[in-house]
């Protein structure tokens, strides 16, 4: 298994592995690898956390 740290990369992988295969069985539009790339990054989400700061209470 993969390490956490690499979580992003691999899941890029794995996007691009299934948008092939829904390509291979006609379930997608035929397009170029360059396409899906770009397609995968614009979809890609991205964790935006705002920073915690602890208060007293």
Same mark, same amino acid.
């Given at each position: 298994? @993969? @390490?956490?740290?690499? *979580?992003?990369?691999?899941? #890029?992988? *794995? =996007? ?5 295969? =829904?390509? =291979?069985?006609?379930? =997608? ?12 990054? #614009? ?6 956390? #705002?920073?915690? #700061?602890?208060?007293?209470?």
């Amino acid at each position: 298994m @993969p @390490p956490l740290k690499e *979580i992003q990369q691999v899941s #890029r992988k *794995i =996007a691009l592995a299934v948008a092939r295969e =829904a390509q =291979a069985e006609g379930l =997608a539009l035929e397009t170029t690898e360059e396409a899906l790339l770009e397609a995968i990054e #614009r979809n890609f989400w991205l964790p935006g956390y #705002r920073a915690y #700061r602890r208060r007293s209470v």
